[in-house]
């Protein structure tokens, strides 16, 4: 149980283009997911806690208008890569806690962005 | 703020005993975690700690001190497939469901034969 499920796996696009990453909780209801992101051989940083309902908390130095984030039912959480650059490519990785602590939060698969 | 520090780089042999350590200096504490993640790969929760001690877990055992901002992840009868980082993380007070995980850079650890 407690399975998150994301969507691209790997994807290439064109600098300037708009790529959107897809994060569903399978089996839980999830009103609160987290979005990292993780560059080569570097840890995961925290970019933005998604809220079912209201709008993202975005952390300090994320830019809202170009991580476009929706979460619009219990299930679902995505993230929009807007005008994408090569600079933007990246390991994208979603999270949510389905609160049974001693599974701990419960990871995406995540999304291989490369933007040539 | 948040500092969490583990060391960058560990290696051992097959079949030993490897300590990471991870101290952290962060505002306010609800339980620290302990991830591992293969190349490539999402994370695989490991352990979690919130009271001090000992918690055991099969091969996996992981120690916390509050009081000293610490904790220890300890692997024994290290196996090949053990390489891959090791990642330290705090969460905060608050709702637990609706707070993120702030990561320390990660451990990555090298066994070799």
């Known amino acids: 149980g407690a399975v998150v499920s994301q969507h691209p796996s790997r994807v290439i696009c064109k600098s300037g283009t708009s790529v959107k990453i897809e994060c569903r909780s399978l089996?839980?209801?999830?009103?609160?997911m987290f979005w990292y992101r993780q560059f080569p051989k570097q840890s995961l940083m925290l970019m933005a806690t998604s809220n079912e309902g209201s709008k993202a908390t975005y952390e300090q130095g994320v830019e809202k208008d170009k991580f476009l984030i929706n979460h619009a039912s219990l299930t679902l959480s995505t993230l929009t890569v807007t005008s994408a650059h090569p600079e933007d490519s990246s390991f994208y990785i979603c999270?949510?806690?389905?609160?049974?602590?001693?599974?701990?939060?419960?990871f995406g698969s995540g999304t291989r962005l490369t933007v040539v | 703020g948040q500092n969490i520090d583990q060391p960058t780089e560990m290696t051992a042999t097959e079949g030993a005993i490897v300590q990471i350590n991870c101290t952290y200096q962060t505002s306010g504490f609800n339980g620290l975690f302990w991830y591992q993640q293969h190349a490539g790969e999402a994370p695989t929760f490991l352990s979690y700690?919130?009271?001090?001690g000992l918690e055991e877990k099969g091969r996996f055992s992981s120690f916390l001190s509050r009081s000293k901002g610490y904790s220890y992840l300890l692997l024994k009868e290290l196996q090949m497939k053990d390489s891959a980082s090791y990642l330290c993380a705090v969460r905060a007070p608050a709702n637990q469901a609706g707070t993120a995980l702030i990561f320390g850079k990660g451990t990555t650890l090298s066994v070799s034969s």
């Open positions: 999270s949510a806690n389905p609160r049974v602590v001693f599974n701990g939060y419960t």
């Open positions: 700690n919130v009271l001090d």
């Open positions: 089996d839980f209801q999830a009103t609160t």
